[in-house]
């Protein structure tokens, strides 16, 4: 995926971060999962917008993200790897869904001030520390970039992104000739998967 551009922002001090996590290295693989919209309650906890549902979302398993002030608006779904942006690490405590949100509580947050200091910071996670999916499951970050091919080899374009639209998932397709084609990712078009050769078969018509 591309990188992001680069942007500032307030300083980790500026967020009450402590600087011990400030100071980690962020890794290279970050993937853009969500954003901080406000506080919750009065106890440290903020209130999260996933960039999927929040019972699929890997922020619930995942203990450790980055956060940063949130750049440029990008298309709802679309996660993205992320160049030197300078994220910050954040500990969290627990996590849980709550109406069509998460909740959650930063280790470093005591109270609702604290945490009303990190409102519009987008959440990342490092790709690395994904939970293995089941049998026939996919994140979407990894469909990107794929090629989709028909049952006989020929091209119906790459990936450039994955979208909901509540029945099931669409793959979003840069046609080779141009313009765009949308394929429902659901097992009656997906042939097969192959991440490690970035390949995508589906039963679809080239000429739609």
């Given at each position: 995926?591309?990188?992001?551009?680069?942007?500032?922002?307030?300083?980790?001090?500026?967020?009450?971060?402590?600087?011990?996590?400030?100071?980690?290295?962020?890794?290279?693989?970050?993937?853009?999962?969500?954003?901080?919209?406000?506080?919750y309650?009065?106890?440290?906890?903020?209130?999260?917008?996933?960039?999927?549902?929040?019972?699929?979302?890997?922020l619930?398993?995942?203990?450790?993200?980055?956060?940063?002030?949130?750049?440029?608006?990008?298309?709802?779904?679309?996660?993205?790897?992320?160049?030197?942006?300078?994220?910050?690490?954040?500990?969290?405590e627990?996590?849980?869904?709550?109406?069509?949100?998460?909740?959650?509580?930063?280790?470093?947050?005591?109270d609702?001030?604290?945490?009303?200091?990190?409102?519009?910071?987008?959440?990342?996670?490092?790709?690395?520390?994904?939970?293995?999916?089941?049998?026939?499951?996919?994140?979407?970050?990894?469909?990107?970039?794929?090629?989709?091919?028909?049952?006989?080899?020929?091209?119906?374009?790459?990936?450039?992104?994955?979208?909901?639209?509540?029945?099931?998932?669409?793959?979003?397709?840069?046609?080779?000739?141009?313009?765009?084609?949308?394929?429902?990712?659901?097992?009656?078009?997906?042939?097969?998967?192959?991440?490690?050769?970035?390949?995508?078969?589906?039963?679809?018509?080239?000429?739609?």
């Amino acid at each position: 995926m591309p990188p992001s551009e680069a942007v500032g922002g307030p300083s980790p001090e500026a967020v009450g971060l402590p600087a011990a996590e400030s100071a980690c290295e962020p890794p290279a693989d970050l993937l853009r999962l969500g954003r901080i919209v406000g506080s919750y309650g009065l106890r440290g906890w903020i209130h999260v917008e996933p960039i999927n549902l929040p019972e699929d979302s890997v922020l619930r398993l995942v203990r450790r993200w980055w956060v940063r002030p949130a750049s440029s608006v990008r298309a709802p779904g679309a996660p993205r790897a992320v160049a030197a942006a300078a994220p910050v690490a954040l500990s969290v405590e627990r996590v849980r869904a709550h109406g069509g949100a998460l909740v959650a509580k930063p280790s470093h947050c005591a109270d609702r001030e604290a945490a009303a200091a990190l409102k519009g910071f987008e959440i990342l996670v490092s790709r690395a520390e994904f939970p293995p999916g089941a049998d026939g499951e996919y994140y979407w970050s990894d469909l990107v970039g794929c090629e989709v091919l028909t049952p006989d080899d020929q091209s119906l374009g790459r990936v450039f992104a994955v979208e909901d639209h509540g029945a099931h998932p669409l793959l979003r397709l840069h046609r080779a000739e141009g313009g765009e084609r949308m394929i429902p990712f659901i097992g009656v078009f997906i042939a097969a998967v192959d991440l490690a050769r970035r390949r995508i078969v589906a039963d679809w018509p080239v000429d739609d």
